[in-house]
C-alpha cells in the first residue's frame, strides 16, 4: 500500500535551513506529482510547493519562493525540500502529498490539495530563537 514517511525537521533558528525528506512506498515514485503543504497550530493545511514526475516543473508558494526548493529522487523514491532563510512563520507541520492517479498539470492546479490522493503523517519544523 502507499506509505508516505517524513523525517528532518526540528528546531530551527530565524535564518537557518533545514532540509526534509519523504520517503514514498507502495507505488511507482516516478509517475506521480508530489507536493509538500503545511499546517501551522490552529491555521488550516496551506499548499507549499509541488513537482512533477519527471521534475521537470515545479511551482511554489509566494511567500517561500526564493528560499524553498522541491526537489526529487526518483531512483530513491524519495522527495526533498530544503529550506532556507527559515523564519517564524515557516513553524508547521509539513507533509507530503502524493498526486492522484493521471494527474499530471503543469499550471496553478499543483496548488488544489484535491488532486492529491495520499499524504504522510508529517514532520515538525520550528523557528524560534
Known amino acids: 500500500q502507499v506509505q508516505l514517511v517524513e523525517s528532518g525537521g526540528g528546531l530551527a533558528q530565524p535564518g537557518e535551513s533545514l532540509r526534509l525528506s519523504c520517503a514514498a512506498s507502495?507505488?511507482?515514485?516516478?509517475?506521480?506529482?508530489m507536493s509538500w503543504a503545511r499546517q501551522a497550530p490552529g491555521k488550516p493545511l496551506e499548499w507549499v510547493t509541488g513537482?512533477?514526475?519527471?521534475?521537470?516543473?515545479?511551482r511554489y508558494l509566494d511567500s517561500v519562493k526564493g528560499r524553498f526548493t522541491i526537489a526529487r529522487d526518483n531512483a530513491r523514491n524519495t522527495l526533498f525540500l530544503q529550506m532556507n532563510s527559515l523564519k517564524p512563520e515557516d513553524t508547521a507541520r509539513y507533509l507530503c502529498?502524493?498526486?492522484?492517479?493521471?494527474?499530471?498539470?503543469?499550471?496553478?492546479?499543483?496548488?488544489?490539495?484535491?488532486?492529491?490522493?495520499?499524504w504522510g503523517q508529517g514532520t515538525r519544523v520550528t523557528v524560534s530563537s
Open positions: 513537482i512533477v514526475g519527471d521534475g521537470t516543473y515545479t
Open positions: 507502495g507505488f511507482t515514485f516516478s509517475n506521480f506529482t
Open positions: 502529498f502524493k498526486g492522484r492517479r493521471g494527474y499530471r498539470a503543469r499550471n496553478s492546479s499543483l496548488e488544489n490539495l484535491n488532486n492529491y490522493d495520499y
